[in-house]
């Protein structure tokens, strides 16, 4: 991990072109450091942009909530029968509608399936639709933006002309008519869509951290040493750019998972036999005045969930931004 | 300054036909408009190949592509499925989606910015704190979940609205739908607001206005506020066409014959016309709703200036 940036930034300030530069860092350090706690002198000094952000976090009840629910959501997900020993799709449609029973907390559904089974089994899709979109977004994004900021020129022109191409179209919209004809019962056409619309978002910023971090002293150190175009990218730019590649990221998780339950209200998302929370909300939203219970159980799941993704993304922005210490 | 619009001008010829060309292979790809036509029977081949003729299907995609942007730009953009001109079907949906969005930004200015200037005031109050939850319980709960309750409670429960909207949908039956379809933007203006004005509030020129002797109200209004108003205007100027397109939802819970209507029933009943022309529109409409907003920049804040 580079030495932090303020450190150049720094040293640039009171020397200019020539001048003894050990001196210099070492003003600029110590400069910086005097507003804010004790001279930066002893070891902790070499602490990096993320234990500073790591220690920040591990004290913030917000993130420790979030970053908890999370967990056990990742858990449920892979392993639902921990907590649910029925069998989501096992229904009894003598038991449709009906409320909250011994054995059956959450009621049963249109179809006399187990509201709870089926919130608790919804986890695993909305995890694995939230999660593979937001990889498949991030890598997408990260490549082709990080190389357009790289490079620039060209290559650069045409990205950024492209990624207006994406931005003006809705999203909803391009769902519509995209997934109206797919006919698959998987999650997959739900998620290329996603990152079909979703990468210009992050190639947007982590083509503008790339350009920032390009500029520094460190890269322009790598370069002079003679570093190839692969290794000041992937071993001076990257760690430095990709912070707020992952604050949008974690925040963009929550959405999609929520864009899931809308796509599948709409009737162009998931289709069952998948259990979904999008699924069970858009077909409990006609039977909403009987029986809300159908509908509040899972709405209230994907609510819960997306706002732990939001805050998550909140806490590691707050953590990772210099501006607020 | 006019050099600069013309810049941007011609800066948004190339996205404009990018995108509408991206919908057009999009729409090309979701199905096939022939069979569209012939209802639920499959179509007789002679009759089929007749229509594809008719309509220039038998062409190459691209020269389909080029044929439709020619006609767009005389005012045809088609007929729809049962054989209504498409322009005829916008000149009902639009003013409808229009009234509904207007309604959703008044919200969003009003409430959001009121909202944002007083938590960004009171930091760390309990007022502060509570409002920053609910906006982010709004924004986590999905806008039809939100519309669903609003409408059980509201329209079936207490009979205070109409459940759904009449055709005609007049301004006083759009307030809560409108007020669902900002819900989400409404917090995340809030927000914006907040972090803004708090981030202002702290800057130099606030504090000379202070101790100028200015009364609180004129620093709040005329130096705080005009100069924390910025992003908000951005992105209340970007939002004005995802809230159009994404009206679909709203559209469809309180049953209002809009521009998500059309289009559902376009892509329900696979009218390519239909579809590729709203699409088209609201493209447009948000590309000059950016637009606007880059212009807006220069009058509001006086440090860019366009060569």
Known sequence: MPEPPFDDQGAIAPTGAGGTMDLATEEGGSLEHLPGGPLGTGPEKARSLWSDAWRDLRRNPVFILSALFILFLVTIAIWPSLIASGNPLQCDLAKAQEGSQPGHPFGFNGQGCDVYTRTVYGARTSVTVGVCATLGVALLGCALGGLAGFYGGAPDAVLSRLTDVFFAIPVILGGLVLLSVVQSTTVWPVVGFMVLLGWPQISRI???????????????????????????????????????????????LGTYISLEATLSYLGVGLRPPTVSWGIDISSASPYIRNAPHMLLWPAGALAVTVLAFIMLGDAVRDALDPKLR | MGRYVIRRLLQMIPVFFGATLLIFLMVNVMGDPVQGLCGQRACDPATAAQLRKEFGLDKPVWQQYLT??????????????NGQPVIELM???????IRLTLVAIFFEIVIGITLGVITGLRRGRPVDTSVLLLTLVVISVPTFVTGLLLQLLLGVEWGIIKPAVSPAAPLDELIVPGLVLASVSLAYVTRLTRTSIAENARSDYVRTAKAKGLPRRRVITRHLLRNSLIPVVTFIGTDIGALMGGAIVTERI??????????????????????????????????????????????????????
């Open chain 2, 68 to 81: 439709y942007m020619g006609n767009v730009f005389t005012g045809d953009f088609g007929t729809a499925f």
């Open chain 2, 254 to 307: 309180f049953n209002i014959h809009g521009v998500g209507y059309q289009l559902y029933q376009g892509i329900l009943r696979q009218s390519t016309q239909t579809v590729v022309g709203f699409v088209t529109v609201l493209v447009l409409v948000f590309l000059l709703a950016n637009l606007l907003v880059d212009l807006l920049y220069a009058v509001l804040d006086p440090r860019i200036r366009y060569a």
């Open chain 1, 206 to 252: 982590a083509r503008g951290s790339v350009i920032t971090a390009k500029h520094n002293d460190y890269v322009q150190a790598a370069r002079a040493l003679g570093a190839s175009n692969a290794r000041m990218l992937l071993r001076h730019i990257a760690p430095n750019a990709i912070a707020p590649v992952i604050v949008v990221a974690t925040i963009a």
């Open chain 2, 91 to 97: 000149a009902d949906a639009f003013p409808v989606t």
